[in-house]
């Protein structure tokens, strides 16, 4: 069904699609998931494999360990990079200590580090939109970081500084909401008319597709539900959209439980989704939340099918094909999986 279904419905559930995890995520996660499976616990994580507190925890609770930097992981113990990325310098601080790595970083991150050694081997100035303090983009700027200057919103560009106004490039992380990032860009190109594009878009497919469907339904709703972690970039961007783009109101949640009855009061047309973090299974708690208050009509929002999917790290293949399992995980769609070399 689509948002133009029955307007008889006295309370319904608009549910966007796509929502929910990326093919970067699920990567990630399965990454982690089979390590532990054919290593055994513990299995040593570089920050949160992807930001969303209940796959966290439930890692955790399998033998995942947590850790801020390499220097907490055990000599010659076995380390995953989380889904965000990491710097030349962490990778070399985790070759000093022997550390067995797995680079679960989405392949969509690399391809914005490469960007970034590209145009810093041409010598550009290299304007890297995103949110200081990320891993994501503490990741893209250290690969160069003589090179790059961080742009957190397009309040920030009056302040940004260049050698040479004819070799300045922007790139951005991937996980921004598409309208500022273009508008950062639009005052960019206004301080430095020769700015240059990133070969292709940064802003990954996923970011853009959970925005593009909250932009379709907020604007019939009363209340927007996003379900996903307050450290999602990609997550907390859905909120903003959907404010932005007509709903009355708006709320992050990690969980159902998190849903305050005062919300819906009133409201007859709620709209869920969800980051590209975030499980199926805390989706559908929140419907079932939502039906309990009379949101029994569900009717689905979609506005893009995905089917792209990522082979699993390189450093994990060898143990999958002596298993006989190689890469044997649980696919929405195997036409389009693209190998990381």
């Not at 996660?29 to 925890?57: D, F, S, T």
């Not at 000599?75 to 550390?99: C, K, T, Y």
């Not at 240059?196 to 497919?205: A, F, L, M, T, W």
């Amino acid at each position: 069904m689509t948002a133009t279904a029955s307007s008889t419905l006295t309370k319904r559930v608009l549910l966007a699609a796509p929502r929910g995890y990326c093919a970067g995520v699920d990567r990630a996660v399965v990454a982690v998931e089979k390590a532990l499976e054919h290593y055994g616990a513990p299995v040593y994580v570089r920050k949160e494999i992807v930001h969303n507190k209940h796959v966290v925890e439930t890692l955790r609770d399998r033998g995942a360990i947590f850790v801020n930097e390499t220097d907490e992981v055990p000599e010659g113990a076995r380390l995953v990079f989380s889904a965000h990325g990491v710097s030349p310098a962490v990778r070399a601080s985790a070759e000093s200590r022997n550390l067995d790595t797995i680079d679960a970083t989405c392949p969509l991150v690399t391809k914005v580090h490469k960007e970034a050694v590209r145009f810093a081997a041409d010598d550009y100035d290299i304007l890297l939109i995103g949110h200081t303090g990320h891993e994501e983009v503490e990741g893209t700027a250290g690969e160069a970081p003589d090179h790059v200057q961080v742009v957190n919103s397009p309040d920030e560009v009056d302040q940004v500084v260049v050698r040479d106004p004819a070799k300045v490039v922007w790139i951005s992380q991937t996980t921004l909401s598409v309208d500022e990032t273009m508008e950062t860009v639009r005052r960019l190109r206004d301080k430095f008319p020769s700015l240059q594009d990133p070969p292709s878009d940064d802003i990954c497919y996923a970011t853009q597709n959970r925005q593009v469907a909250v932009k379709k339904l907020a604007p019939e709703c009363d209340v927007v539900i996003v379900v996903g972690s307050a450290n999602s970039s990609n997550s907390v961007r859905l909120v903003e959209v959907a404010l932005q783009s007509g709903a009355r109101t708006s709320y992050r949640v990690d969980r159902a439980t998190e849903i305050q009855d005062e919300w819906l009061e009133g409201a007859t047309t709620v709209g869920v989704t969800s980051g590209a973090s975030v499980p199926e299974i805390l989706v559908s708690d929140v419907i079932a939340r939502l039906a309990a208050h009379g949101f029994a009509d569900v009717e689905e929002v979609r506005t893009a099918t995905e089917d792209l999917m990522f082979s699993l790290p390189r450093e994990l293949r060898p143990a999958l094909k002596a298993a006989g399992e190689v890469d044997q995980r649980p696919r929405r769609d195997k036409r389009k999986e693209l190998p990381l070399a």
